[in-house]
């Protein structure tokens, strides 16, 4: 079992920026893909960015591309997500998902694990 525990989530003005971490426990972190998803209120959970263990595969949701940038720490066990230039349009619960294996996917059914979530709220 992996478990994952995000924070960083909060309420920002239009422009801002928020740095979200994944902290992962359990069994091994570093040699699974790490992905992070979004559900806003009455929308299906969306990818948002993905990363495999060493960092050299990362894929991101094209309208969040030039803006967020996902990043890991093996040593520390966490995954983290910097959002700059937010909107309100990113509002949004954001969760962590990990994978068994090392290949990182935008679908939320090929993810293992996934965390509670927090909140990101981008008032306008």
Do not use: H
């Not at 309420?11 to 902290?23: I, K």
């Not at 040593?75 to 290949?103: F, G, H, W």
Request: some cysteine; aromatic content about 10%; proline content about 2%.
């Amino acid at each position: 079992q992996v478990q994952l525990v995000e924070s960083g989530g909060g309420l920002v003005q239009a422009g801002g920026s928020l740095r979200l971490s994944c902290a992962a426990s359990g069994r091994t972190f570093s040699s699974r893909a790490m992905g992070w998803f979004r559900q806003a209120p009455g929308k299906e959970r969306e990818f948002v960015a993905a990363i495999s263990w060493n960092g050299g595969t990362i894929k991101y949701l094209t309208s969040v591309k030039d803006r967020f940038t996902i990043s890991r720490d093996n040593a520390k066990n966490t995954v983290y997500l910097q959002m700059n230039v937010l909107t309100p349009e990113d509002t949004a619960v954001y969760y962590c998902a990990a994978r068994r294996l090392d290949i990182t996917t935008s679908v939320p059914s090929e993810y293992d694990y996934w965390g509670q979530g927090t909140q990101v709220t981008v008032s306008s």
